[in-house]
């Protein structure tokens, strides 16, 4: 995907439920974009053409967080204030499995490259392996390092940020890890995303930058605004990676050569958090002040 023009906006999603919280994003498996309502204890579904509806949960409180696209045809996500694991099919079925431990807070989650969810806990500081049938293994990472999001990387492993840990965990589907520690001290890297070429990129939310490692190592490519903190990225075929900068109300995107452009969302202080590409190649954006916005990043 070249970009070939400035961002422009498509469509800009007014939720039902005021003050609801759109928080993170992923791609369904009916090719609509879902998100997490995170003040409203709720999920959405988008569709293309403008339509929006709302699930509401079995509590208003379980705080939806990050989301996923399972192995089974329904979307998994983390229930970050009750210390659960949700699902919810395409109609709108929703059930949940709790977490072990005393407040483990869920957080990050993906689908494995075996056919499990995994997802990690803030508090516990595990990366643990979901099965359809509800079997848990937890994996131990560094006390206190504060595993934030996950995703499955093409060398068959799951990779995570350590927020407080200041770097990067790999772990394999039987629970070996190896951590990369960040150059920069204070990084406190937050979102993750793999590249189709291995590569991961990553945004060092307390220094204003947008890693990423390759086999040669981690470059750090710093934001015009060191203060912007960047919270999500998604990578694109071009080998571009996007991020939201949710303290300065904008998006933008890191060139393969390193090359950061950015541009400033509609709504200031819109407080962007997740960011999702849809299968037609548009960019979803959710900003936690209450709307959605479509974007033709081409």
């Known amino acids: 995907m070249t970009l070939t023009h400035p961002p ?6 007014t939720l039902p ?4 919280g759109p928080y993170a994003l992923t791609t369904g498996p009916d090719g609509a974009i879902w998100c997490t309502l995170v003040h409203a204890g709720r999920i ?10 709302e699930f509401p949960l079995d509590s208003p409180d379980c705080g939806p967080t990050l989301i996923t696209a399972g192995p089974d045809g329904a979307l998994w996500f983390t229930r970050n204030r009750d210390h659960r694991i949700g699902r919810i099919t395409p109609d709108g079925e929703a059930r949940s499995h709790p977490v072990p431990g005393s407040a483990p807070g869920p957080y990050g989650i993906t689908t494995g490259p075996d056919g499990a969810v995994w997802f990690t806990t803030l508090q516990t500081a595990t990366v643990t392996r979901l099965t359809p049938a509800g079997e848990l293994t937890e994996h131990a990472l560094p006390e206190g390092s504060f595993p934030s999001f996950v ?13 407080q840990g200041n770097a990067l965990a790999r772990i394999t589907v039987t629970g070996e890890t190896t951590l990369h520690p960040l150059p920069t001290p204070g990084a406190a890297p937050v979102g993750l995303a793999a590249a189709p070429d291995g590569t991961l990129w990553f945004a060092e939310i307390g220094t204003g930058r947008i890693g990423r490692l390759t086999p040669e ?4 490519h ?8 960047p919270h999500a990225v998604a990578v694109v075929p071009d080998g571009s990676c996007w991020y ?5 109300g904008r998006i933008g995107r890191v060139a393969p050569d390193g090359t950061v452009t950015e541009h400033p969302l509609p709504t200031p202080g819109c407080e962007p958090h997740g960011l999702a590409f849809a299968p037609d190649g548009t960019l979803y ?14």
């Not at 959405?44 to 509806?53: E, N, S, W």
């Open 17 to 20: 439920t005021p003050g609801a």
């Open 44 to 53: 959405a579904r988008l569709t293309p053409d403008g339509r929006t509806d």
């Open 244 to 248: 939201t900068a949710w303290a300065t």
């Open 8 to 13: 422009r906006l498509i469509h800009t999603y």
């Open 222 to 229: 710093p934001l015009p605004d060191p203060g912007c903190r």
């Open 285 to 298: 954006v959710a900003q936690e002040s209450g709307e959605i916005t479509r974007w033709d990043v081409t």
């Open 151 to 163: 995703t499955t990387a093409p060398d068959g492993a799951l990779w995570c940020t350590l927020n």
């Open 217 to 220: 190592g981690i470059t750090e």
